[in-house]
């Protein structure tokens, strides 16, 4: 029997159903679904995974955060620990049995690992035997079956790469997380986190929060014209210098204009607007910001879509399709859906297809496509909406550049000379197929040089130069990409890591006090810590295992004598780092103005000194006071935001594995049915299931 491990239960059913036919006979082992079925060649079962099966921990000797000097970390065994107990088991179970095992997990670093792992527990049972690793980019009969015919062998490499970035995560994220938290007195639920990629992300997150913070706008001035034509066309126009520093120099203008102006000039120019290149996972998170979703839902539905067999692999930096991929066979397929006829009849209608390529070109993964037709109705509505998004994407990087005309006139009052810009498609092709593309028409009447004009309305207008915004979860991975943090893999998840360890909030992500006296305090301290540079270099070497040139072993050493270094720098600095940090994390600790009439308190998040429950009271105590109960479990995070039932102060509550809860602090909140009432009590969170 040959057997075939899949990376997720998913996938394992549709491998089956696509090699086999019908004749797919469904099993439990240990609770765990094994698919068998009958080929010419002879016996298959194919048992799916749930992602990793294994993680790295130390021993637990090294549990205590009192009894084990963070330093102590670095140089620790580490071992491999099952996190998938129901998995491992049914796995050696079916492995006994086995002749030939045939690793079927996703094809990157994370999924040769994976498949690598299961590889040495199934032989723990069952050395004799074959192992075989079949690579593919979609779920689909045609490219199963093609990966079946070119079945070759585990990635060692690959995997050990993997490897590597598990044991650097760890030792990193261990030892810098015990020595600030311990430093800080921030333990249990508080505990400070401090990673590899998740805190130079942060400083990213950080530094424009603080540019944002610091900025100070500078007042300018605009004059503006309303203008007619003979024919009575009206149209606007500002003056040519845009922005005015100095008030009186654009008031002067502003009162020496009268009422005809003439065109002086028109230049008209024909702009190319060049379709995107194809998707890859970043430019992916970034067209999903657009859709409303977070990096991490993006990704997820993207995984489930791929799963499913309707799109391709959709963790790839691939922008260039590889000419294996039939792109006419591809838009044929999608044409024959009313949705999608109309569009993939233009591309095909065209003499040659030339499609749009990236910058980035790989071989491992095609950029994301389309790889079946699916109906809207099969979908829930984010999949279907993602599903679109890349359906269109795919057409429009087939179809030709679209033209937009764009005019400037040069228009004179009295002297001064004002510009009015207009623009307008005039060739519309990709663009009216992909609605994600942002443009407006901007209509200005056809002008003639010489030609007269009446101003019917002129304004001074007074502006101000605003900050930058804060970036969107998607410009957030785009920056990391291009500071070579994390991987295509991993960058979505380390927002998400960043909410639960409460350094971030809202969307756009916005740094909490905390995060902000923890970045600022490891820029002055140990600069290495905040700053891409360590962090990018790191991944220069893992990527250097997957190519040979590095062992794994070699590359998790200099891991560790660039964490010594750095340990060095901040067992001297502890004092001043654990002052620093305490600071911001107090100022946390406010959750809004108080509610009692005539108090200019604070409302602060307090600890009852018998009980040592927390619970919110006013900082103008004793004379006022007011206060709120608490839930007690759960990382607490203050907002700026006011309850719209009630206008208290709301907070968040994160417990491990949920979704963070926002709760109004006002017990008595119209907004809150019976059940959310009693959240002080026992029960922890209304939402609590029978594991916690
Ligand atoms: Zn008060
Ligand atoms: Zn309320």
Redesign the pocket.
């Known amino acids: 029997m040959k057997l075939i491990i899949s990376e997720k239960e998913i996938a394992a059913k549709r491998i089956a159903s696509i090699l086999a036919g019908n004749g797919v006979k469904d099993e439990k082992v240990y609770g765990v679904p094994v698919h068998s079925f009958k080929r010419a060649d002879g016996d298959y079962k194919v048992i799916g995974l749930k992602g990793h099966i294994l993680k790295v921990d130390y021993p637990g000797e090294y549990a205590n955060w009192f009894k084990v000097e963070p330093t102590e970390l670095i140089d620790a065994k580490i071992e491999k620990i099952p996190i998938q107990k129901k998995i491992i088991r049914a796995l050696k179970k079916v492995a006994e049995e086995a002749d030939e095992f045939i690793i079927a997990t996703d094809y990157d670093r994370e999924g040769e690992l994976i498949g690598y792992d299961a590889l040495q527990l199934a032989s723990e049972k069952n050395s004799r035997a074959e192992s075989k690793r079949v690579k593919f980019s979609a779920i689909t009969a045609r490219d199963i079956d093609e990966a079946f015919s070119k079945i070759g062998k585990i990635d060692l490499n690959l995997a050990f790469a993997g490897r590597a970035r598990q044991d650097i995560d760890l030792i990193w994220g261990a030892t810098l997380t015990r020595f600030m938290s311990l430093a800080t007195y921030q333990l249990r639920d508080k505990f400070l986190s401090v990673g590899r990629v998740q805190t130079p992300t942060l400083a990213i997150i950080v530094e424009r929060e603080l540019e944002i913070k610091s900025f100070i706008p500078t007042p300018y001035w605009v004059v503006k014209l309303s203008l007619k034509t003979g024919s009575g066309e009206e149209f606007e126009a500002i003056h040519k210098k845009k922005r005015f520093l100095k008030n009186e120099e654009a008031a002067g203008i502003y009162k020496k204009l009268g009422d005809r102006g003439t065109v002086s000039g028109v230049v008209e120019r024909i702009k190319d607007v060049k379709p995107p290149p194809p998707f890859n996972t970043t430019a992916l998170i970034m067209s999903g910001s657009v859709l409303g979703f977070g990096a991490s839902r993006t990704i997820n539905i993207a995984e489930n879509l791929y799963m499913n067999g309707y799109i391709s692999y959709p963790r790839t930096d691939n922008t260039v399709y590889p000419s294996s991929i039939d792109l006419k066979e591809i838009t044929s397929m999608l044409g024959k859906s009313d949705q999608y006829r109309k569009m993939a009849g233009e591309v095909l209608s065209q003499e040659k297809i030339t499609p749009t390529r990236g910058r980035k070109k790989t071989t491992d993964h095609p950029p994301i496509y389309p790889t079946s037709l699916v109906e809207k109705s099969r979908l829930k509505s984010d999949e279907w909406k993602l599903y679109d998004l890349v359906v269109r994407r795919f057409i429009s990087t087939l179809l030709p550049s679209s033209k937009m005309k764009s005019i400037t006139a040069t228009i004179n009052v009295d002297g001064e000379l004002f510009t009015a810009n207009g623009s307008n498609m005039v060739e519309d092709n990709w663009t009216k197929f992909y609605p994600y593309y942002k443009h407006k028409d901007v209509y200005i009447p056809d002008l003639k040089e010489k030609q007269e004009l009446s101003v019917t309305g002129k304004e001074l207008q007074d502006k101000e130069t605003k900050p930058p915004g804060r970036y969107t979860q998607g410009k957030l991975v785009e920056k990391m990409e291009e500071l070579g943090l994390g991987t295509k893999a991993t960058r979505h998840t380390i927002i998400q890591v960043l909410v639960n360890r409460g350094y971030v909030k809202n969307n756009p992500p916005q740094p909490t006090e905390k995060a902000i006296a923890v970045i600022k305090m490891l820029k002055k301290h140990a600069e290495k810590i905040s700053s891409p540079d360590m962090t990018s270099e790191l991944e220069m070497y893992m990527d250097g295992i997957v190519s040979g040139e590095e062992t794994r072993e070699e590359v998790v050493e200099k891991s560790r004598s660039m964490l010594k270094e750095v340990m060095v720098v901040l067992n001297k600095e502890k004092e001043e780092i654990s002052a620093e940090v305490r600071k911001g994390i107090k100022e946390d600790q406010v959750v809004g103005k108080?509610?009692?009439e005539n108090?200019?308190?604070?409302?602060i998040v307090r600890v009852a000194r018998a009980s040592k429950k927390r619970f919110v009271g006013?900082?103008?105590?004793p004379?006022?006071?007011?206060t709120f109960s608490l839930p007690q479990k759960g990382l607490l995070v203050t907002t700026e935001d006011q309850c719209k039932h009630c206008e208290y102060p709301m907070v968040k509550i994160i417990n491990k594995g949920r979704r963070p809860w926002d709760l109004c602090v006002n017990h008595d909140c119209p907004g809150k049915d019976e059940k959310y009432k009693n959240f002080g009590n026992k029960q922890g969170s209304p939402k609590t299931n029978s594991k916690s």
């Open positions: 108080c509610v009692r108090c200019k308190g604070d409302l006013c900082n103008a105590y004379e006022c006071k007011q």
